[in-house]
């Protein structure tokens, strides 16, 4: 099969290609990518020591040396080591014109978390239907191998392509916070890219390629609720003390209301423009109840409306609050008949791609704090924000590029919707490079549970994203 490019002077044998890439990934990817998941390079916050560990530097070397043997045509490769930060893997291909393509990916790690199936764990590679389980294998470990294939791939057939620069970090799971330092230490030798093209984002089913078109924005702090100096008998108190757990349900419904989860503060909501409207709706239309049924609700429970539209747009385009962690309350087995001096919630609000995250974080701030209940002692501490982002208008070149790989790698159109987690890497790229394309894309679909139990890397999908993107890249050229 031949798949022609958007220059129809130039073909592309697709077939070829794809013997190539199944190859390279059952060959020589598959076996090092269990390599890497063998390694528990947990991303600093949840390592602060990772420096003693090692295990950061471990991974970072065995992709590099996996890049090192692809014999990749004047691949220029260097490890960048910033003093006290997390090292960057960069790679700089030569290309046959003055574009250059900058492609992302990260090797840092999320946790162990509890809940691994028997035969599964975090830090040990399991192969099952196709599926390989292991902590990072899809989030992101697999980018920088696919990134290299694609472009290899090209190679073979002698395919045109632009300078590629593939940019990996390692603070990714933290926030990033290491990368923009590397990006201004990097200004010369990334350049200035007309293309972006991560590989760090979902894809809402695995049969067809997905873009990810915007990015949600996060404020995350504690609201600490005090009303005692010291625990006292409940069967003295109560009745005459205020709950400190009470007063913080009363806090909370002032931003949300309890009963449908709708975030109050009309400073969190913005207005969804008329495109993400159109993509969200054939997003529902494709995958229907999926959208919400691919979770794992327990028997009979059901997603906050089963009207599939506002299900991807709450996830999309509206606020939500989740709260992820709870102090002052101790385990049930040491649970005494004691009214707690205090309680303290960490919430995490999820914002619209286009809400200025600071302002909306003072806006919460202001809410929970002003006259609190009972005169009780109330603070809210704000320990990130981070704004959403919001993908240029897709360049016709581009869509019918993206659409093409689609079609040619899953024989199913591209699907284009919004991520309702935050990749902090996109936002920080399209402000330094505003004229620049994006194509967000990644493997991370129904169940693969990323950051939870039993996380794996479809591996029929990896492969054909890894076309995908050899696709885009000649077209690019053109």
């Known amino acids: 099969m031949e798949s022609i490019l958007l220059n129809p002077g130039i073909k592309m044998d697709q077939k070829l290609i794809t013997t190539f890439i199944n190859d390279i990934w059952d060959s020589s990817i598959i076996p090092t990518l269990c390599e890497y998941i063998r390694i528990p390079n947990k991303s600093p916050a949840f390592d602060p020591n990772w420096q003693s560990h090692g295990y950061m530097e471990k991974a970072v070397e065995l992709a590099a040396n996996w890049c090192k043997q692809q014999a990749v045509k004047d691949m220029q490769l260097s490890i960048h080591r910033l003093p006290d930060r997390t090292p960057v893997l960069l790679l700089d291909i030569p290309g046959q014109s003055d574009k250059t393509i900058l492609l992302y990916g990260h090797l840092d790690k999320q946790p162990e978390m509890t809940g691994w199936d028997a035969d599964l764990d975090p830090w040990k590679p399991v192969i099952k239907n196709n599926r390989l389980y292991g902590r990072g294998g899809a989030d992101d470990g697999y980018a920088v191998f696919a990134a290299v294939t694609a472009i290899k791939a090209l190679q073979t057939q002698n395919i045109p392509h632009a300078r590629c620069v593939i940019l990996i970090e390692t603070c990714e799971e933290s926030g990033s916070y290491d990368l923009p330092y590397y990006v201004d230490h990097l200004q010369t030798e990334i350049g200035t890219p007309d293309l972006v093209i991560c590989l760090d984002s979902g894809c809402g089913n695995y049969e067809q390629m997905w873009c990810t078109t915007s990015l949600r924005g996060m404020v995350v702090g504690e609201l600490k609720v005090e009303i005692l100096t010291e625990g006292v008998h ?245």
């Open 234 to 478: 409940s069967g003295s108190a109560s009745g005459i003390v205020p709950s400190s757990f009470r007063i913080l349900r009363q806090l909370l419904s002032r931003v949300e209301n309890e009963n449908t989860g709708e975030i109050l503060l009309e400073a969190l909501h913005t207005n969804i423009p008329d495109d993400r409207l159109t993509q969200a709706k054939a997003v529902a239309d494709t995958l229907k109840d999926n959208i919400w049924q691919d979770f794992p609700f327990v028997k009979n429970a059901k997603p906050v409306t089963q009207k599939n539209l506002d299900l991807v747009l709450n996830h999309t385009w509206k606020p939500a609050l989740s709260i992820t962690g709870m102090a002052g309350i101790p385990p049930l087995e040491n649970a005494g008949n004691v009214l707690r001096p205090q309680t303290t919630a960490k919430l995490s609000f999820r914002l619209p791609p286009t809400c200025h995250a600071e302002q909306a974080g003072i806006k919460i701030k202001n809410i929970l704090e002003a006259n609190p209940p009972y005169a009780a002692k109330v603070e809210f501490k704000i320990q990130s924000s981070t704004n959403g982002w919001n993908a240029p208008v897709m360049a016709k070149w581009l869509e019918k590029a993206v659409n093409k790989a689609s079609q040619d790698y899953f024989n199913k159109p591209a699907l284009y919707w919004g991520e309702g987690g935050s990749i902090p890497f996109m936002g920080m790229l399209g402000e330094k490079f505003p004229q620049a394309q994006f194509v967000i894309t990644g493997v991370l679909g129904p169940h693969s549970n990323a950051h939870g139990p039993n996380e794996f890397l479809d591996l029929p999908t990896a492969k054909r994203i890894t076309g995908c993107i050899a696709s885009i890249i000649a077209d690019h050229s053109i």
